[in-house]
């Protein structure tokens, strides 16, 4: 059956269609419409169809990720919307969890709240951490909120009691009051959509879900309509961050859930083609104009962590929003072509802050005056200068020489070259630190795991990145430049369950654990597939858990003792067996419908016709500036290895291999580029 | 020095991170709520000769103690009494972080038989023994004898693993064994994962490379600190304040302080301040040096990691037998509460010299400890963090409800209801409690807890119960801090700095001081104020009396 999916980036709309059975038919891009993200799509859609190039009611299957419920938390232009909390906790949720992201910077300010403190309305109630009732929740009082919330015109409503993990039901009675009293405000529950403890974390992601819910319904709606005109009719099947697809009409309930879907799409595209060159061990490397999103991939399956943090301050942990979301484990850095240079204290240091798409580095000649990464690349001949994005752009290398003379090379007295190399040498010096803590520091050995790289800039600097951190194997897959919807295709429909229930592991448990998953499993749709289970544990008193996954007998207590006890020394190096083990969370993942498409290799695509020809371009390890063989990647045929230093080029992006590393194209249609011994 | 400029700035970057991931393992494998959730740590990198090189994104008191930390540990246990996986303990007050809670780690780093420099951690102990649970009561307490066991330098783990022995005696003198056990394990494992990255970036660069990178990186940050500092006016600028006092009837501290600054150097000196004091509230001059340090980094924009360079133009100073040069055995498990009036009186000081970078006074905070034995024979202490606003700036307000200072996080209401018998009533900012301004302060904060087991012990570690929080360039003082009992429907206020039992039932009401502001109130947006009117920060009565608007 045919899927077409689709990822709306802050730049670039990416497409991929498929054959569920033969693979990828066709993949394109086209710019962004920011102000109405739908439209750029019906376009795009309207004109494929225009031309003949697929029927729209044969499509059976439509995949989709967004950043529109991000880009809302981002600019702050969700809906109109209240906090219901328990009497005497108004506060929590501006409160926070009051520690600086920077410590000797005591002008900072924390990030603005999604809704005033206006907006925070209390109603009597109050149960105890064991689920017990303190007080009973006042049916009158809470009735009288809900009728000056009316009042006040709030079309979104977030309800957060203390304790609702352990027991949800004075949530659900105002929840029922205000399906009553306000039948078309959206309301979400925090013991619903998120069962955890800790107040604050809990609190922050229902108002998140309320803040966003009412622009997604709609927007959902919009778009499936626009398709039904179109002929195209499948439910929308969308991308959430974890990495799973879930329905249109549970996106519309817990929308909070699909923020940074788009990166996470990229990691299971990383995943796939790991998968297909017979690797499980995978780092992915995705890099784009602004950022550079990096994820891990271990035993073939992508790691997801229990929450995820929106809208951080140079990606500072703790400066943002947290979400108790399940998300693919990502670590975004402020390092992509559109990066900024400049010095600083005799050095040169890259980002975080960014050109953007608009102006765009200089080389654009859309009015950028300051030197960036994508400026150094071209300056160093890793760019083709004619042939960017395909050929639909054209860059001046002229422009770039003089922006990087005057910010960088004159003010440390260093040649043109030598400042290009520095801005090139900073910026994966930067992404290595990054993806340190993605690896070793994550008890990953870089040794053993291969680098995916994809994204525009990403097969540029891959190679040397690799050699830094010591992974021997790159891969550079087919249609590295549309990575995230080709990420689509590669993802499962998935539901989760997950609750807080603290717990001892010992013996006397197995019955409670048998009931909690009775009670979560109850909560996934029927008609699922294969299910896995997961807790997140820790040794009582410790306050931070690491996610392990069960045997398939939960009540096997020994058994996931061990499990714990070999991710602990996995992470920290030691083993405590004498500290007793708690569970805090527990959670079900059920997978549902139909496999995705299996193979990701595009179709074979016209070439530059290029092949043999070199362009000068700076490899210090070759002694600076030589000629280099540039190849087409529509050329390159299976089993030949080419040495490097060489550049690939195709459309979306550029490969780069250096001194000492091999290339060889595979039957899969990915590019495998063997690092050489260190320097 | 002919190192270039790309490999000094990835070393430096290096540097720093190896710092942030050894808090990682720390705050992840920690046992107390002090540690894994107020973050109430920090770590540190030093080169062979013991030069500071880098710090990570944790607590200012701990960071500017362990320079001196570290050469007082190997003064005791000199590097070449010292080999692989060795690491030498101390929480000895004047040779550490100024009270005993805070236990130091030291660590050597090999390659091979060579000593190429040390990894730190400082982390907060629960309770480390002494008069009342948490260790840091102020009241009845009059020498460094009764504030629990001192460990001076040990070699606590020895090629990796804990002396057994040694570690016995620790344990059996505190009140929560186990978390102390788990806190000292976490340390142990940032130290390891610290010392593995110094070791990999040595052997990628060589010696000689880092050592002049090193060089270098200590070289251009006094450099640029003497810049920073030099832009500021030179002169000598005084301040004046007073601590509520030193326990229930007991006088207030003066707090006075002269900073000079002159050709790019700051000097601060606290000497005309009052005596060391008969209880557990006195600085030791780590920690005096600590904050006064930090503060001239906050004021002159110092937005370096810290490191030797910058320790070296920044000096602080107070006579010996000062209540900020205490000398032994001066008790002093309560200094945590002048950290921000080290760092106020500073800033006051030096709003006369540039009044675009200071700041009101803060709400000030609170660091109560409650603990005894519940039902169940098991010893449990709250520890707790009550942090207000931020004090009215230049260009906007007071940052509401942020850590002040020194940089920790609270801890949730479910976690502390979950390990200790305590049900938290309420926790919310104060209307009408933030200082008036042009841009006003942060409000202050309000928490009720009540007891839930038969009895406890409180031990306050308050303060701006008697001085309010100053206010600027015509911005006005916030409203002062109460700490209310209730008791048997009787309300009974309590001194900031007392210790008391309480009784189940009793709720114990912190109301947190208002920041100050800053600037003339009637200047302010009539804009901003409906906007806190609105918001319930000011009642509109308090803004017809404060604003002159409705």
Known sequence: ?679 | MSIDPITLTVIWGSLNSITEEMGSALRRTAFSEAVREGQDFSTGLFDASGRLIAQGNFTPGHLGAMPYAVQNVLAYVPPQHLGPGDMLATNDAALGGGHYPDMFLVAPVFTEATVIGYVVTTAHHVDVGGLSPGSQAVQGVTEAFQEGIRVLPVKLVHAGEFDPDLLRVILGNVRLPDKMRGDLMAQRNANHVGGERLRQLFASYGAEAMADAIDVIIERSEERARELIGRLPEGTYSFEDHLDDYGPDTPPIRVAVDVTLKDGEATVDFSRSSDQVPAALNCYMNYTRAYASFAIRVFAGIDLPNNAGIERVIRAIARDGCFFNATWPAPCGGRAAVQVRIFEAINGALAQADPSRAMAAFSHWGNPNIGGIDRSGRPWIMYDLLLGGYGGRADRDGAEALSPVMNCANVPVEVHETNNPVRVHRLEMITDSAGAGQFRGGAGLRKDIELLCDDATLSLLGERHKFQPYGLFGGKAGVPARTVLRRDGMESELASKQVTRLRRGDVVSFRLSGAGGYGDPCRRDPQQVRRDIRNGYISASAARDLYGCE
């Open chain 1, 1 to 679: 059956m045919l899927q077409l999916a689709f990822d709306i980036g802050g730049t670039f709309t990416d497409f991929a269609l498929s054959d569920t059975d033969t693979g990828v038919l066709a993949v394109w891009k086209v710019l962004t419409s920011p102000d109405a993200p739908a439209a750029a799509v019906i376009d795009s859609l309207s004109e494929r169809i225009g031309i003949g190039a697929f029927v729209p009611s044969a499509i059976a299957g439509v995949l989709h990720a967004t950043t529109i419920a991000t880009n809302a938390i981002l600019e702050r232009k969700g809906s109109r919307t209240a906090l219901i909390t328990t009497s005497g906790f108004r506060d929590v949720l501006i409160i926070g969890r009051q520690k600086r992201h920077d410590t000797t910077n005591l002008h900072i300010d924390k990030p603005a709240p999604l809704i005033e403190r206006a907006d925070i309305f209390e109603v009597t109630e109050r149960v105890a951490p064991d689920g017990s009732v303190v007080t009973a929740f006042d049916a009158n009082h809470a009735r009288e909120v809900a009728m000056r919330l009316s009042d006040a015109d709030y079309r979104s409503i977030a309800v957060a009691f203390l304790h609702a993990y352990a027991n949800p039901s004075h949530e659900r009675q105002m929840g029922e009051i205000l399906a009553a009293l306000m039948p078309d405000c959206a309301v979400t529950l925090s013991s619903e959509l998120s069962p955890r403890f800790r107040e604050y974390e809990r609190t922050s992601t229902a108002v998140a879900n309320a803040y966003v819910k009412p622009i997604v319904a709609s927007y959902i709606a919009a778009l499936q309509t626009a398709l039904g005109e179109l002929s195209i009719r499948p439910e929308l099947a969308m991308m959430q961050s974890n990495g799973g697809l879930m329905s249109a009409s549970q996106a519309r309930e817990a929308p909070i859930r699909c923020v940074e879907s788009g990166p996470a799409a990229g990691v299971l595209m990383a995943a796939r083609v790991g998968a297909a060159e017979g690797l499980s061990h995978i780092m992915s490397f995705d890099m784009g104009g602004t950022t550079t999103k990096l994820g891990a991939i271990d035993d073939g399956v992508p790691v997801v962590t229990p929450t995820f943090e929106v809208d951080a301050v140079n990606y500072r942990p703790g400066s943002g929003l947290p979400l108790n979301i399940t998300a693919i484990e990502l670590l975004e850095i402020g390092a992509g072509g559109g990066s900024l240079a400049r010095t600083r204290m005799g050095m040169v240091s890259v980002g975080p802050d960014s050109a953007g798409a608009d102006p765009g580095p200089i080389c654009y000649g859309r009015g950028g005056d300051t030197a960036t990464i994508t400026d150094a690349n071209l300056v160093l001949g890793y760019l083709n200068p004619d042939y960017f994005n395909g050929g639909a752009m054209r860059l001046s290398a002229e422009a770039a020489a003089e922006g990087l003379i005057r910010d960088v090379a004159a003010p440390l007295g260093l040649s043109l070259h030598q400042a290009a190399w520095g801005i090139h040498s900073v910026a994966n010096a930067n992404m290595e630190r990054a993806m340190r803590v993605v690896s070793i520091e994550r008890g990953r050995d870089p040794r053993r795991y291969a680098l995916v790289a994809f994204g525009g800039a990403g097969p540029l600097h891959a190679a040397r990145l690799a050699r830094a951190l010591g992974i021997p194997r790159v891969i550079i897959p087919s249609g590295a430049g549309v990575g995230s919807a080709l990420g689509l295709l590669s993802a499962e429909h998935k539901v989760d369950a997950g609750l807080t229930h603290v717990l001892r592991l010992e013996e006397n448990a197995r019955a409670t654990i048998a009931a909690i998953f009775a009670e979560m499993e109850a909560r996934v749709p029927d008609g699922v597939g294969a299910l896995s289970r997961a807790a997140s544990m820790h040794h009582v008193g410790q306050g931070f858990e690491i996610r392990v996954e069960l045997p398939d007998d939960v009540t096997d207590i020994p058994a996931m003792r061990e499990a714990f006890f070999a991710r602990y020394r996995q992470e920290y190096g030691y083993v405590d067996r004498d500290t007793p083990i708690e569970v805090t969370d527990w959670a079900v993942v059920a997978t549902i419908g139909a496999a995705p498409t299996s193979l990701l290799a595009l179709p074979s695509r016209e070439g530059t016709g290029r092949s043999g020809s070199t362009r000068p371009a700076y490899f210090p390890e070759a002694g600076g500036m030589v000629e280099t063989p540039v190849f087409d990647r529509s050329n390159m045929k299976p089993s030949t290895a080419i040495h490097g230093p060489l550049l690939i080029e195709e459309p979306e992006c550029t490969t780069l291999a250096a001194p000492g590393d091999s290339v060889t194209a595979t039957l899969h249609g990915n590019l495998i580029i063997d690092i050489g011994a260190a320097r």
